[in-house]
C-alpha cells in the first residue's frame, strides 16, 4: 500500500462526516472537511508523481473518491436548496454516462480500459470543486446572487463538454483506435 494510496483512503473516510454536517445543514463544517478532503486529492497525486509511488489501485480509487465526495456535495446541496437541480442533474448524468461509457467499452473490446483524465475533465473538476466551496462558504462570505449563479453556469459548461469529449474519445476507441480513451 502507498502513501498516495492511503492519503486517498482517508479521503474516503472523511465522506460520512462530510454528508452528517451537510444534512446537520452545518455548512462551515462541512466547508472545513471539503478543504481538508481536497488538501488530500491535491496531496496524494503529488506524491504519487513526483516520487513515482504510482498505483493501479491508486488509478481506480482516487477518481472513485473524488466522484464520492463532489456528488454527495451536489446531491445533499441540491437536496438542501443551495444548488439548483438542474446543475446536480447535469453532474451524476455525466458520471453515470462515464460509467456506462466504460462498461460498454469493456464489454465490446473485452478488456479494461484506461480513463486517464483529460485537461478538460480535470478543468471540470476544479471547477464543480470552487462551486462547493462557494456553496459552503456562504457562512464566511455571502456572494451576490448573480455570483453563484455564474458559478453553476461555468460548472454546467464544464461537465457536459468534458462529457462530451470523454463520449467522443470513447467513439473513436471503439471505432478501432487503440490508443483512446
Not at 3 to 21: A, K
Not at 38 to 55: N, V
Not at 85 to 93: A, Q
Not at 157 to 174: P, R
Request: net charge neutral; charged share 15%; with cysteine.
Amino acid at each position: 500500500m502507498t502513501l498516495p494510496n492511503i492519503i486517498t483512503g482517508l479521503r474516503i473516510l472523511l465522506l460520512p462526516l462530510f454528508i452528517v454536517f451537510l444534512v446537520q445543514a452545518e455548512l462551515f463544517s462541512a466547508f472545513l472537511v471539503f478543504i481538508i478532503a481536497g488538501i488530500t486529492d491535491a496531496l496524494d497525486g503529488f506524491i504519487a508523481r513526483h516520487y513515482g509511488q504510482t498505483s493501479q489501485l491508486g488509478a481506480y480509487l482516487d477518481p472513485l473518491a473524488d466522484k464520492l465526495l463532489l456528488s454527495s456535495a451536489f446531491l445533499l446541496l441540491t437536496l438542501k436548496n443551495f444548488v439548483p437541480p438542474w446543475v446536480c442533474v447535469l453532474i451524476v448524468l455525466r458520471d453515470i454516462m462515464i460509467l456506462i461509457g466504460v462498461a460498454l467499452a469493456f464489454l465490446i473490446k473485452k478488456k479494461a480500459i484506461q480513463i486517464g483524465p483529460s485537461k478538460l475533465s480535470k478543468t471540470n473538476t476544479l471547477f464543480q470543486i470552487l462551486t462547493v466551496i462557494i456553496v459552503l462558504g456562504q457562512d464566511l462570505h455571502k456572494f451576490p446572487e448573480y455570483f453563484y449563479q455564474s458559478a453553476f453556469w461555468i460548472t454546467a459548461f464544464f461537465t457536459v463538454s468534458s462529457g462530451v469529449h470523454y463520449l467522443y474519445e470513447w467513439l473513436k476507441y471503439l471505432g478501432g483506435d487503440e490508443d483512446h480513451p
